[in-house]
């Protein structure tokens, strides 16, 4: 792979082939004058005065992506996103247009000629051509501009796909349009494609380690066991296929019960694996209760109410296997752990004489820094007042209420609403979280 010099070194190479090329059939001598290659832009050509000379110019008018690598080396990076597993190459066209510019007549054909020779009898740039292009004897390199000095480690001649160099025919429009967006005069051109540049990070990747085993060894033929055939619909793998939050409730509440149902779930060093990547958090809670090959249960324990904030998790569950001894994880699902709120003013609120009404909320798990809260009373939402985070506790003011019990209150964090319907009795009835004014 080449790095992000591989474009300007395509367009050193070329331009070193074509002055290679007009010294090589002495064009000098046919024209009666010195012949120069370029590279660059169609409106820089010219000089001030107008005046324009025997010469040949390439001009890289278009880059593209190539079809054929576009999806090579996917995925880059891992599930989570954090580890960086391979560099994936940049892979692109190159899409040039030579031209001929000449004062005297048939200048232009002779020189468009010969360079159109050449691409046709070099159609690919090999790797000595490059390594000579790019390497000049120490005497002339060492009086290179350093732009021209750094292609030469740019790596292009070590790339695993050759340069191919391919002629384009672009019709009357496109052309119009090429010369008119250059803003300069047209001159008899040729275009061409040089196909693929392979441009690839040096970014640090993490590499899979290799393989030592492939399990225990068969005492009587003493090979390895490999890989196992078990016959059946269900994977003899821990398996999780349900989040069973205590109460029947949707979420998962600090303090209460949580099991996760599912298959493959006894063993040894049983523990629930909780991630939020937008939150940071990444942390593992031991299992409770006794070891069930249907069922794991663990609580999210009220006293981390700053580690594990409301929002939306990836379970996982950990353990090793009877007769194993390496950590198994099984599948992950996706969770909630909504917000609480544990103390509402157990004395009635005073109602100000604007009709405002101040109180108090306590909650938990406590809110973090970069999160959006509101207090959802009914049908109307309250901001709280300045607060600063973290913080289990917030001020409300809640305005133009009347004397009495107000309606069920709910608080919202990154859009978890707190729960308010108890689903454990049938029928379901809401939670008592109200406060009284008077």
């Not at 004062?103 to 790797?127: D, N």
């Not at 030592?212 to 269900?234: A, H, K, Q």
């Not at 793998?237 to 006894?266: C, F, K, M, W, Y």
């Not at 249960?297 to 996982?316: H, K, R, W």
Request: proline residues 8%; charged residues 20%; glycine residues 8%.
């Amino acid at each position: 792979m080449t790095t992000a010099l591989g474009i300007a070194a395509v367009t050193a190479v070329l331009r070193d082939r074509l002055n290679d090329g007009v010294v090589d059939h002495d064009v000098s001598a046919l024209t009666g004058s010195t012949v120069s290659v370029t590279a660059l832009a169609p409106d820089r050509v010219l000089t001030a005065d107008g005046a324009e000379s025997s010469q040949l110019n390439i001009f890289l008018y278009q880059v593209t992506p190539n079809t054929g690598w576009r999806n090579e080396g996917l995925p880059s990076r891992d599930a989570t996103g954090r580890n960086r597993l391979s560099n994936a190459p940049l892979a692109l066209d190159l899409h040039y247009l030579i031209t001929a510019y000449g004062s005297e007549p048939l200048h232009r054909e002779i020189l468009l000629g010969y360079a159109m020779q050449l691409m046709h009898e070099y159609p690919v740039l090999t790797r000595e051509m490059i390594r000579t292009a790019l390497n000049p004897s120490p005497d002339v390199g060492a009086n290179l501009p350093p732009a021209l000095q750094a292609l030469a480690d740019c790596g292009l001649a070590d790339q695993v796909e050759s340069l191919k160099i391919t002629p384009q025919f672009l019709s009357s429009e496109e052309l119009s349009k090429l010369w008119t967006a250059t803003q300069s005069h047209y001159r008899p051109s040729a275009a061409y494609q040089v196909s693929v540049v392979l441009i690839e990070a040096q970014q640090s990747t993490r590499p899979t380690l290799p393989v030592l085993t492939r399990g225990n060894r068969d005492p009587i033929s003493g090979r390895e066991r490999g890989v196992v055939v078990t016959p059946g619909l269900v994977p003899p793998l821990p398996t999780i296929e349900a989040v069973l939050p205590d109460g029947q409730q949707p979420v998962i509440r600090l303090g209460d019960n949580t099991r996760l149902s599912g298959h493959h779930l006894d063993g040894t060093g049983r523990a629930v694996r909780l991630q939020n990547e937008r939150l940071g958090v990444d942390q593992s809670i031991a299992a409770s209760g006794a070891s069930a090959g249907d069922a794991m249960d663990f609580i999210v324990p009220t006293a981390s109410a700053a580690d594990f904030p409301a929002g939306v998790y990836d379970l996982t569950a950990r353990l090793v296997m009877p007769g194993e001894t390496s950590v198994r994880d099984s599948n992950r699902l996706a969770a909630v752990i909504a917000p609480n709120i544990t103390v509402l003013p157990a004395d009635p609120v005073r109602i100000e004489v604007n009709g405002d009404a101040t109180f108090t909320v306590q909650f938990t798990p406590a809110l973090r820094a970069g999160q959006t809260v509101s207090l959802l009373m009914g049908t109307t939402e309250i901001l709280p007042e300045a607060f600063a985070a973290p913080t289990t506790s917030l001020s409300f003011i809640a305005r133009g209420v009347t004397a009495g019990a107000s309606p069920v209150l709910r608080l919202r964090i990154d859009g978890v609403d707190s729960p308010i319907v108890d689903r454990s009795v049938a029928p379901p009835v809401f939670f008592n979280k109200r406060v009284n004014f008077e």
